[in-house]
Antibody, heavy 128, light 107 residues
Framework: EVDLVESGGGQVQPGRSLKISCVAS????????MHWVRQTPGKGLEWVSG????????AYADSVRGRFTISRDNAKNSLYLQMDSLRLEDTAVYFC?????????????????????WGQGTPVTVSS | DIQMTQSPSSLSAAVGDRVTITCRAS??????LNWYQQTPGKAPKLLIH???HLQSGVPSRFSGSGSETDFTLSISNLQPEDFATYYC?????????FGQGTRLEIK
């Protein structure tokens, strides 16, 4: 059974940094593209970033590009999101999500895929 | 970015009813449309992908249809566990975007 467990969320001041993690089990982690999706009561669900299995293809939402960095460590079955220069509007629950499609595809030129497994989410609050 | 608009934002129905939720894309997305169900405090759950393909383990009372810009999710014979919020999502390209959600409540 697929399991995704996020951690590392918390409260942080505007302009500071935070790194969240997701540990995966129950599937061949190094065969799948992975994503971060966030959710707020006001803006709903927002895709944040995605990374191919080999880290060769990475994409970001315009709202976080240049501030957030996605990475993965396949040896540790782990996905990460380094969030720098945090803003009030980054406050959300952050979910890691597994891509439905296995294998490599270029996130920027190929169609995307649904997310067939999600973690329980980790809350990030940006507040002074 | 492609905008996804769901209607209605909320609806009330009774156990045993049939309901339909609509999702409209701001441009043609072919059949790259997915539906998720979310209950409070939980992560979204994939129900339908590629407009009409039921995800493994999802009951057959759920069905999806549509193409290009207009899509529907139908739920027949509503069960108590179906009262939740439903989201559509396009997977035509990155960035993928979601509808604002439709909250299905018990009448």
């Amino acid at each position: 059974e697929v399991d995704l467990v996020e951690s590392g969320g918390g409260q942080v001041q505007p302009g500071r940094s935070l790194k969240i993690s997701c540990v995966a089990s129950g599937f061949m982690f190094d065969d799948y593209t992975m994503h971060w999706v966030r959710q707020t009561p006001g803006k709903g669900l927002e895709w944040v970033s995605g990374i191919s299995w080999n880290s060769n293809s990475i994409a970001y939402a315009d709202s976080v590009r240049g501030r957030f960095t996605i990475s993965r460590d396949n040896a540790k079955n782990s996905l990460y999101l380094q969030m720098d220069s945090l803003r009030l509007e980054d406050t959300a629950v952050y979910f890691c999500a597994k891509d439905f499609r296995g294998g490599y595809y270029d996130l920027l030129t190929h169609s995307a895929a649904p997310f067939d497994s999600w973690g329980q989410g980790t809350p990030v609050t940006v507040s002074s | 970015d492609i905008q996804m608009t769901q209607s209605p934002s909320s609806l009330s129905a009774a156990v045993g009813d049939r309901v339909t939720i609509t999702c409209r894309a701001s441009q043609s997305i072919g059949y790259f449309l997915n539906w998720y169900q979310q209950t409070p405090g939980k992560a979204p759950k994939l129900l339908i992908h590629g407009t009409s393909h039921l995800q493994s383990g999802v009951p057959s009372r759920f069905s999806g249809s549509g193409s290009e810009t207009d899509f529907t999710l139908s739920i027949s014979n509503l069960q108590p566990e179906d009262f939740a919020t439903y989201y559509c999502q396009h997977s035509y390209r990155i960035p993928t975007t979601f509808g604002q959600g439709t909250r299905l409540e018990i009448k």
